[in-house]
């Protein structure tokens, strides 16, 4: 299983759930490719948030060495799911998928949590506040993926 996690400039909420769930992969040994990457291309080659590595290094996970990417035509092929982190992202995602096939693997990653609510993860990106909700919210997220698709 190829996993995508998207959010807007990949430096908070997408490199959190990425490392999110590879973390809970390799606890249940499973054999998924996990990346993430962003719609905007502001932060390219950066290393996520110092809050998102703050928050995830408190559970244990290491997001540290992620670099932000923006996606690629590319990802519509090489994975399996491309969970978007808000309905904007998700809407943009759509728009970019060549045919049926590629919009379908496009998920909203909190309905894998509250099926068909639309619920986006809020961007924490001017909250300093937000992360441990962020956090929380897609370690939810993840649990569901890796039940729902394993």
């Not at 962003?38 to 703050?54: C, E, I």
């Not at 090489?78 to 982190?85: H, Q």
């Not at 590629?102 to 309905?111: T, V, Y």
Request: with cysteine; aromatic share 10%.
């Amino acid at each position: 299983m190829k996993v995508l996690m998207v959010c807007l400039g990949n430096i908070c909420r997408s490199p959190l759930a990425e490392g999110i769930l590879k973390h809970k992969c390799k606890q249940q040994n499973l054999d998924w490719y996990v990346d993430s990457a962003g719609t905007g291309k502001w932060h390219l080659g950066s290393a996520p948030d110092l809050r998102s590595v703050q928050v995830a290094k408190k559970y244990s996970v290491d997001i540290s060495e992620q670099r932000a990417r923006s996606v690629r035509s590319t990802d519509y092929e090489e994975f399996d799911l491309i969970f978007a982190m808000d309905t904007s992202n998700f809407k943009d995602l759509k728009s970019w998928s060549l045919d049926a096939k590629e919009e379908n693997k496009i998920k909203l990653i909190m309905n894998e949590v509250y099926p068909d609510e639309m619920m986006s993860v809020p961007d924490p990106y001017f909250n300093d506040n937000g992360f441990e909700e962020v956090f929380q919210m897609l370690d939810k997220a993840c649990d569901k993926i890796i039940e729902k698709y394993k």
